[in-house]
């Protein structure tokens, strides 16, 4: 979904997944290399005719922000990565995970075995 974006395109919409709505000279702060308000706009336009971005008026401007909820997002494009680079297998995929174990904190492999097993308990359903 978001890898079918022109590159500048998807620096902005990512933007926006980190910071939250912002307006246009906040987004322009935050880009890589310097752009004109003009330009942004024109690209936050195409960006809400695709779909991408909200536009809502507010005391500071327009704010936007990105349409689709960062969960949907984060599940899209993990399912692209696991697709391509894991042949589709979330098995290979949650593998390559657990191999940077060394990278993890206790907490986060404790995290990692309830998620198991709350997916054992859904399946037993």
Same mark, same amino acid.
């Given at each position: =979904?978001?890898?079918?974006?022109?590159?500048?395109? *998807?620096?902005?919409?990512?933007?926006?997944?980190?910071?939250? %709505?912002?307006?246009?000279?906040?987004?322009?702060? %935050?880009?890589?290399? %310097?752009?004109?308000?003009?330009?942004?706009?024109?690209? +936050?336009?195409?960006?809400?005719?695709?779909?991408?971005?909200?536009?809502? %008026?507010?005391? *500071?401007?327009?704010l936007?922000?990105?349409?689709?909820?960062?969960? $949907?997002?984060?599940?899209?494009?993990?399912?692209?990565?696991?697709?391509?680079?894991?042949?589709?297998? @979330?098995?290979? $995929?949650? $593998?390559? +995970?657990?191999? =940077?174990?060394?990278? =993890?904190?206790?907490?986060?492999l404790?995290e990692?075995?309830?998620?198991? @097993?709350?997916?054992?308990?859904?399946?037993?359903?």
């Amino acid at each position: =979904m978001l890898s079918s974006l022109p590159p500048r395109e *998807r620096e902005i919409v990512d933007i926006l997944y980190e910071r939250g %709505a912002s307006t246009v000279a906040e987004i322009g702060e %935050a880009l890589s290399d %310097a752009l004109s308000g003009s330009a942004i706009r024109a690209m +936050l336009k195409r960006l809400e005719a695709k779909g991408f971005v909200d536009r809502t %008026a507010s005391e *500071r401007g327009f704010l936007y922000a990105p349409r689709v909820s960062d969960k $949907a997002a984060r599940k899209s494009a993990l399912s692209q990565v696991v697709r391509v680079f894991f042949n589709g297998s @979330a098995t290979s $995929a949650a $593998a390559a +995970l657990l191999g =940077m174990q060394d990278e =993890m904190s206790a907490s986060e492999l404790d995290e990692l075995q309830k998620l198991i @097993a709350n997916a054992r308990e859904g399946r037993a359903k």
